[in-house]
């Protein structure tokens, strides 16, 4: 082999040797390249689900602030109603019974004027127009307080009620079911439903020899 064609084959194995140095040193750096690129997603990524988690957690945090607002309002709402609801009622309950007192003073007067009415002889002639003036000015008062919710008690036949009734004495009687109002004595009164006065009866009871012997 000439010189000359030895002085090509080495320059021919540099030409080789400098490319692959070249193909080994182009892989590398595009691995660098993919390895920097691949830990910039990973940053990004990092970030971002830092950045959702952070918004979630806001997210929560208003909801909640907003249920609890809710819950003051619905509970100031239900404390409003309540009261009004309170309020109502005194006041209807101080309609009702705002007369009471003055109820209780004005009964005597009519116990009065119905005995006057009872006790009056109606046969005499000389007294008969003062009775039925009597009675005409007791059934206008009755008849006004009525319409103001005082109304008499007058159970006489019915069954003793110890709400209503105060039982003055207990007689037998064969004739009447035991317990049951034989005689009233002073009728009561009561206002929009609440007693005023119970009226004062007699009351039943079976007689000591009336026993069943199949009890």
């Not at 990004?44 to 806001?58: F, K, P």
């Not at 008062?141 to 019915?158: R, S, W, Y």
């Not at 009233?184 to 009164?189: A, H, L, P």
């Amino acid at each position: 082999m000439s010189e000359e064609q030895k002085v090509k084959q080495e320059q021919e194995a540099v030409k080789q040797a400098q490319a692959a140095e070249a193909k080994n040193a182009e892989q590398a750096t595009e691995q660098q390249v993919s390895g920097n690129a691949a830990d910039i997603v990973d940053a990004e990524t990092e970030a971002m689900i830092a950045r959702i988690t952070e918004l979630e957690a806001a997210l929560e945090a208003s909801e909640a602030k907003v249920k609890e607002q809710q819950d003051s309002v619905l509970r100031a709402r239900a404390d409003v109603d309540n009261m009004r609801r309170r309020t109502e009622q005194e006041i209807d309950k101080a309609r009702k019974f705002a007369l009471e007192k003055f109820a209780g003073e004005l009964l005597p007067v009519i116990d009065n004027m119905e005995r006057a009415v009872e006790m009056a002889d109606k046969e005499n002639e000389a007294i008969k127009p003062m009775v039925e003036g009597v009675e005409l000015t007791l059934k206008t008062m009755t008849d006004t307080v009525e319409k103001f919710g005082l109304n008499a008690i007058d159970p006489q036949g019915q069954p003793f009620n110890p709400e209503l009734h105060q039982a003055m004495s207990i007689q037998e009687s064969a004739e009447h079911e035991p317990n049951t109002v034989m005689m009233v004595m002073q009728k009561g009164y009561e206002l929009n439903g609440r007693v005023v006065r119970p009226a004062m009866v007699m009351v039943s009871k079976a007689p000591q020899g009336n026993v069943d012997e199949k009890a």
